[in-house]
């Protein structure tokens, strides 16, 4: 009875946070809900909470929260449910290198290798005999649950753009008060930067380690406040670790100050290292089973920038890190941070600042980065009139992708809105051609590329043609695309004009679009956060002779400027096996990039862009 009585505590405060969570729910993208819903209403048992009931039987009136409000306590039904958690119930699936070579099945579709046995009956039996677990209870009261939804007051006249509040040599803080959707939630942004973290391969590979045991480590600690409508991500990158926390805004100052107090006393378990470290190493190698445009897009970025390394390399370097030598990294790594911070959402100047003031403390031992190790990484400078191709090969799968990159320089107002007003244009030419008429491959696509201050125009396409064919009606697309921008009438121009308008000037519809947009800008060190603005108005007095100025000068075949980089991913055994003649095709014959190294210490570098905003 005692059980019974806890068990509608516990289902009572579930009721309580499934109710917070449908009234503060965000909103969703239509074409999606609305698909969603519909299939509510035809399929047994719900996507979300794995019902077995079928969904005809709620009134169409719940449809939207009957994933979200309970409104009853069952008993019986929790039961049911309890009555199933028996030992003779049990399935155990164990995974585990030490069975290679003694199972007894193999799995007809990826060839896995298993034996499936029965338990042995006294071992169920010596479970159902066993005396209760102390350590097996009811979860303790959680302090992460939010029980303030006032929001904070605006004042007089808000700031359309996020602010900058601090600017120290230790930390440079950005803040947003939420003056749109009104909800009580927050967005907080940390970045921990150094250049200790990409030096080299090893410390690189020690950055994601250290980051993935941290995780480990928080898992607990943090369930808690995932519960309560709080999540938090942390990921490695070149300038250091970021944190993000996003949800209810009441208990985050608890959130991050945890997390960073345990960033900062951290001691990694011998034995999770050994997981973890194996974890990462077989994630590096199984990037080859990557589908090549995933491989693609990663070659992309790496080529392009003054310095990284290849999975390979990743690899041979994670090889050798030990214990000792994480545990060395991060005193490195605390010992120097610059911190970079924005908090976005439903707070006011005061509470961030007393919070920056909490995060400082806990790093107190960290000295600042002098400015010119503050430094962000550049992009490589292709020659103009230039062609280089990089060729990988996919041992698994039977498609070949090409990406054929078209590097525009660095990044304007103007020029980024004659790109984007070009690939307006010729978006859906590219993909009609190529995938439509053509039926070179199902994934096409053109994209306009935006890196390190610079940017580009990238056109992607896997096809299980030869890749030198697929690349040759790239370029005869492009060729062709002279005739599309020079019979462009001027209706048609204002037409493609609006949409990119339309696109760039969308308000965004939750809180969470509105802190990307503003993370975009304070990750790039531009500052610019009205960008979208800008742009329109260049976009407006943009003629059709700007696109086919343009046109001419960096993307037909033998352009005086353009520059251009082909990635090609093919299987093993198509090597070798397609050929093209580039003269025939009044193409350049392309550079082979045979070391990444020699191709980066023969270029010049991009410089890093400006900042829009005076700091």
């Given at each position: 009875m005692a059980f019974v009585w806890l068990l509608r505590i516990a289902c009572f405060a579930m009721q309580d946070l499934s109710a917070m969570e449908f009234r503060f729910k965000d909103k969703e993208n239509p074409q999606s809900y609305v698909t969603t819903l519909s299939n509510y209403l035809h399929v047994s048992g719900c996507v979300c909470c794995h019902s077995n009931e079928i969904l005809q039987n709620y009134p169409v009136e719940d449809i939207l929260s009957h994933c979200y409000v309970m409104t009853e306590f069952n008993k019986e039904l929790y039961n049911s449910f309890l009555?199933?958690?028996?030992?003779?119930?049990?399935?155990?699936?164990?995974?585990?290198?030490?069975?290679?070579?003694?199972?007894?099945?193999?799995?007809?579709?990826?060839?896995?290798?298993?034996?499936?046995?029965?338990?042995?009956?006294?071992l169920v039996k010596s479970w159902e005999q066993m005396a209760s677990c102390d350590s097996l209870h009811l979860p303790a009261r959680n302090d992460f649950i939010p029980t303030n939804f006032n929001l904070c007051p605006l004042p007089d006249r808000p700031p359309r753009r996020p602010e900058m509040i601090k600017d120290t040599s230790l930390s440079k803080v950005w803040f947003k008060q939420d003056d749109t959707f009104r909800t009580p939630?927050?967005?907080?942004?940390?970045?921990?930067?150094?250049?200790?973290?990409?030096?080299?391969?090893?410390?690189?590979?020690?950055?994601?380690?250290?980051?993935?045991?941290l995780d480990d480590e928080l898992t607990e600690f943090t369930y808690n406040a995932t519960i309560a409508g709080m999540s938090y991500t942390m990921q490695a990158n070149s300038r250091g670790i970021d944190v993000k926390i996003k949800g209810f805004s009441e208990k985050q100052s608890v959130l991050l100050t945890s997390i960073v107090n345990?960033?900062?006393?951290?001691?990694?378990?011998?034995?999770?290292?050994?997981?973890?470290?194996?974890?990462?190493?077989?994630?590096?190698?199984?990037?080859?089973l990557e589908e090549p445009y995933k491989q693609v897009l990663f070659y992309l970025g790496l080529i392009c920038a003054e310095r990284g390394w290849t999975k390979e390399q990743s690899a041979d370097a994670?090889?050798?890190?030990?214990?000792?030598?994480?545990?060395?990294?991060?005193?490195l790594f605390l010992s120097r941070l610059h911190l970079e911070m924005l908090f976005h959402g439903n707070m006011t100047r005061q509470l961030a600042l007393e919070l920056v003031t909490k995060v400082e403390a806990l790093l107190v031992h960290s000295q600042p980065l002098l400015p010119s190790q503050q430094l962000l990484l550049r992009e490589v400078k292709l020659p103009s009139a230039s062609t280089y191709c990089f060729t990988a090969t996919n041992a698994v799968h039977c498609s070949c992708c090409i990406g054929a990159y078209y590097?525009?320089?660095?990044?304007?107002?103007?020029?980024?809105?004659?790109?984007?007003?070009?690939?307006?244009?010729?978006?859906?030419?590219?993909?009609?051609?190529?995938?439509?008429?053509?039926?070179?491959?199902?994934?096409?696509?053109?994209?306009?590329?935006?890196?390190?201050g610079t940017q580009g125009f990238f056109i992607l396409l896997q096809s299980e043609k030869g890749v030198h064919f697929v690349e040759s009606r790239i370029e005869?697309?492009?060729?062709?695309?002279?005739?599309?921008?020079?019979?462009?009438?001027?209706?048609?121009?204002?037409?493609?004009?609006?949409?990119?308008?339309?696109?760039?000037?969308?308000?965004?519809?939750?809180?969470?679009?509105?802190?990307?947009?503003?993370?975009?800008?304070?990750?790039?060190?531009?500052?610019?956060?009205?960008?979208?603005?800008?742009?329109?108005?260049?976009?407006?007095?943009?003629?059709k002779d700007d696109i086919i100025t343009f046109y001419k000068k960096q993307m037909v075949a033998m352009a005086p400027e353009r520059s251009k980089l082909s990635i090609h991913v093919v299987p093993a055994a198509q090597q070798g096996d397609d050929v093209t003649d580039f003269a025939e095709q009044g193409v350049a014959q392309p550079h082979p990039i045979n070391d990444l190294t020699s191709f980066r210490s023969g270029l010049s570098l991009y410089p890093l862009p400006e900042t829009s905003v005076k700091l």
């Open positions: 009555d199933c958690l028996q030992p003779k119930y049990v399935r155990l699936i164990v995974i585990n290198k030490r069975f290679e070579g003694t199972t007894s099945s193999v799995e007809p579709w990826y060839g896995s290798c298993y034996s499936s046995i029965q338990l042995d009956p006294s939630k927050a967005h907080i942004y940390l970045a921990l930067e150094t250049p200790a973290v990409f030096q080299d391969p090893r410390t690189a590979v020690m950055t994601k380690l250290l980051v993935m045991l345990k960033i900062v006393t951290f001691v990694p378990d011998e034995n999770r290292f050994v997981v973890y470290k194996e974890q990462l190493l077989r994630d590096f190698k199984n990037f080859q994670l090889q050798s890190v030990t214990l000792p030598m994480l545990q060395s990294f991060i005193k590097q525009i320089g660095m990044q304007s107002f103007r020029d980024n809105a004659v790109l984007e007003l070009f690939n307006q244009i010729v978006r859906e030419p590219c993909f009609d051609t190529l995938r439509t008429k053509e039926q070179l491959g199902y994934i096409v696509a053109s994209i306009v590329v935006y890196s390190r005869q697309f492009l060729h062709d695309v002279n005739e599309v921008i020079t019979t462009l009438d001027d209706d048609s121009l204002q037409q493609h004009i609006k949409a990119v308008e339309v696109v760039k000037l969308e308000k965004p519809k939750k809180l969470a679009k509105e802190n990307s947009k503003y993370l975009s800008e304070i990750e790039s060190r531009h500052y610019c956060f009205d960008r979208d603005e800008i742009e329109v108005e260049y976009l407006k007095v943009l003629k």
